[in-house]
């Protein structure tokens, strides 16, 4: 992707690991190399073996802001256990997804309390759902976030009838970026407030039919539709002030 001729001069690079899932779906992290510089990378591995299930691996990546000398981020992206077992059957793999990625915030947070963390991916739960609104213990109240309990935008846009993905007519935020206490203090590196976007425009949507206004997928069972994916994709801003 990083070599399609509309980007190999953009400075993008990519962060990826194989995972076990065994539809060989993994997850990775694209970004751009002028802004950020990896110091590391990991995979960590969703241990599912007491439900006879596999999943992607949780991907870890720390980088330095280059506009912003002293300023690292930590980013976790995610794919979690989808609900095709049905939401209540499929629930505890998703809680305990969860619990794999509040341990590995545990872990950053105890050798930097004032880490940057971004947490991103699509959970296949709702902002609201227990997998994230009480396991890994988000919010979208502002006066309750805090290091440990990350800000959530996307519930704000769930509350709002808003979704990435539409299921039966309804529409699931299924797709979620968070962000701990610290990119929101006012200072340094912080996330840009109202800025949690779905980008939905009209070439990105399927017209014609039952499946009117939803993603444009590649394919639908076994047509191809020439789409792009069955979700749409989400965004957050960041800002650096100096001050």
Known sequence: MVRHRLLKDEHYKIVH????????????????SY???KLDSRKVKLDLSEYDDT?????MVKFK??????????????????????????????????KTLDGIRDDILKEEPNAHIVIMGDFNDEPFDKSIKETLATTVELDQVSQEKFY????????????SYNFRGNWNMLDQIMVSGSLMDGAGLDYEMHSANIYSPEWLRQHGGKYEGYPLRTFGGRKYLN???DHFPVSIRLKYASN
């Open 17 to 32: 690991y194989e995972s076990p899932d065994a539809r060989g779906i993994d997850v990775a992290l694209m970004y751009n």
């Open 35 to 37: 802004l950020f510089k």
């Open 55 to 59: 999943s992607r691996d949780i991907l």
């Open 65 to 98: 802001a280059k506009l912003a000398e002293k300023t690292t981020i930590y980013v976790l992206v995610n794919h979690w256990p989808s609900r095709r077992e049905g939401k209540a059957t499929s629930e505890p793999k998703r809680v305990k997804a969860a």
């Open 152 to 163: 959530n935008p996307m519930g704000r846009l769930k509350q709002a009838g808003l979704g």
């Open 227 to 229: 789409g792009y994916s």
